[in-house]
């Protein structure tokens, strides 16, 4: 089945303490993006790749990291979390750029205490 | 970044059509109008997209005002399963390149049974 898989669903952590949220897709996609969703702001792009090796900042990148060392995982790397970083995040991907449709993984919900 | 207007909620019974508004008054000629939805707990889902012409698929119709300054997302017959927060996107395709996917606050259906 055709998905964009995130890992973990859910995560409960203390300021400062880095993790990682993996984001794999099995679709040979090239483009991958990650966003951020938090009450009344609505869906903000943080990180996305056109391709391996490849990776550019979108509207809120601060705080954060990716990197895409192959075409099917674009890990989102927070160094040193803050409780500003708590929020609903969402990782995408689609064929290229300019695809119409792209296709959302299910979410991981971070909470930084 | 051309802007869309969308009501904050709407409601329908279960099986009859819906009638989803948008308005982009200001939308350019190179802007393609895209909707997705999100249901409770998912990630967001592409629904349609058109640039002039009125399209159909399998989930949606698509009617596109002759101005291009509205367009009216159709559901033909809801499902309780259509209950979900449609977002109205305009997204700038240029050669080789298209702007990225830019989510409003959208509009929660609730779908009455």
């Known amino acids: 089945e055709a998905q964009v898989t995130q890992n973990p669903r859910y995560l409960i952590t203390v300021t400062g303490k880095k993790l990682t949220v993996t984001c794999s897709q099995n679709?040979?996609?090239?483009?991958m993006s990650w966003y951020r969703q938090d009450p009344g702001l609505g869906l903000r792009q943080i990180y996305y790749?056109?391709?391996?090796?490849?990776?550019d900042k979108g509207d809120v990148p601060e705080g954060y990291k990716v990197s895409r060392k192959e075409k099917r995982n674009f890990p989102l790397i927070l160094e040193s979390p803050s409780p500003n970083q708590t929020s609903l995040y969402f990782c995408?991907?689609?064929?290229?750029?300019?695809?119409?449709?792209?296709?959302f993984g299910p979410g991981t919900r971070l909470t930084v205490t | 970044d051309a802007k869309t207007t969308q009501p904050n909620s709407m409601e329908s019974n279960e099986e009859e059509p819906v009638h989803l508004p948008c308005n982009h008054s200001?939308?350019?000629?190179?802007?393609?109008i895209h909707w997705y939805r999100q249901l409770p707990s998912q990630g967001p889902e592409y629904v349609i997209h058109?640039?002039?012409s009125n399209v159909n698929n399998r989930m949606a119709s698509l009617a596109i005002a002759e101005d291009r300054k509205s367009s009216t997302l159709i559901l033909h017959r809801a499902t309780l399963r259509d209950a979900a927060v449609y977002y109205c996107?305009?997204?700038?395709?240029?050669?080789?390149?298209?702007?990225?996917?830019?989510f409003g606050s959208g509009t929660q259906l609730t779908v009455l049974p």
């Open positions: 058109g640039l002039t």
């Open positions: 995408a991907s689609s064929l290229t750029q300019v695809s119409y449709e792209q296709y």
């Open positions: 996107i305009l997204r700038e395709h240029a050669s080789g390149s298209a702007r990225q996917l830019t």
């Open positions: 679709m040979n996609h090239e483009y």
């Open positions: 200001t939308i350019s000629g190179t802007d393609y």
């Open positions: 790749s056109m391709n391996v090796e490849v990776t």
